[in-house]
């Protein structure tokens, strides 16, 4: 089963005050990016994994969508979605994703934003999501860039001074990697950027887009603390198609 860190009380609270979760998609530094690797939305039937707080089922309705399914292992996450969402095309579900079973062909878009780095069984969950995908349809991601997900030392070689100490190393050890991120003991799982694109391109994706996310000139003139990003990629962004 996946890791509930988020209904880990003292990483909640600390999640619910980063600026996305507090300002929605405008709070994250890569939506703008991610937004305009979307497909239109009109009439469209989306899934949202990963939905979180569903500030993105959300705002797929408000341009177009006719359906959204939200889907999150956390309650805390889908408790808040729940409450701030009034529109019955919405549907949010509780789903640990590396189980999860989707209908065919059912998908105009799968979207999800930083969650498939938490996923030990990615292979399969992608082979379901490709599968959910009507012909033409769109899957648009991202994912923790893997060289940042490589600044974390592998779990079987520890350190006294902790795991967010260290440069990226080990890039080539593909596997869990344990951080202290809001709590102590948060699992994400490392893969090469070669990994995520080769999984989807073998399931039979097209890739349309891949992005190693870094702040324009503009964002960084409104958020100067942005420009640490530019350093190194956080966020892989990609889009393709079924």
Not at 79 to 85: S, V, Y
Not at 140 to 158: F, L, M
């Amino acid at each position: 089963m996946t890791q509930n860190i988020y209904d880990n009380d003292e990483f909640f609270k600390g999640y619910s005050q980063l600026s996305r979760s507090v300002h929605g998609l405008d709070g994250a530094p890569e939506w703008s990016s991610l937004r305009s690797m979307l497909p239109d939305l009109t009439g469209a039937h989306v899934l949202d994994l990963g939905c979180g707080f569903g500030w993105f089922s959300r705002w797929a309705r408000q341009h177009g969508a006719t359906k959204v399914l939200g889907v999150d292992v956390s309650e805390n996450m889908l408790t808040r979605g729940r409450a701030e969402t009034q529109d019955s095309h919405i549907t949010y579900i509780r789903a640990d994703m590396e189980v999860l079973e989707l209908e065919p062909e059912s998908y105009d878009l799968v979207y999800s934003s930083l969650a498939f780095h938490y996923i030990k069984n990615l292979s399969g969950l992608m082979g379901e999501v490709y599968s959910s995908l009507k012909p033409g349809a769109s899957l648009v991601c991202s994912v923790e860039h893997p060289i940042y997900t490589a600044s974390i030392r592998p779990e079987w070689i520890q350190h006294p001074n902790g795991y967010n100490t260290w440069p990226v190393d080990n890039y080539q050890y593909e596997g869990m990697r344990t951080t202290n991120w809001l709590a102590d003991g948060v699992v994400k799982q490392h893969r090469t950027m070669g990994t995520y694109l080769n999984m989807m391109i073998g399931l039979g994706f097209t890739i349309t887009h891949v992005e190693d996310w870094g702040p324009s000139d503009e964002q960084i003139m409104s958020h100067p603390e942005w420009e640490e990003e530019c350093h190194r990629p956080m966020f892989l962004l990609i889009s393709a198609r079924k």
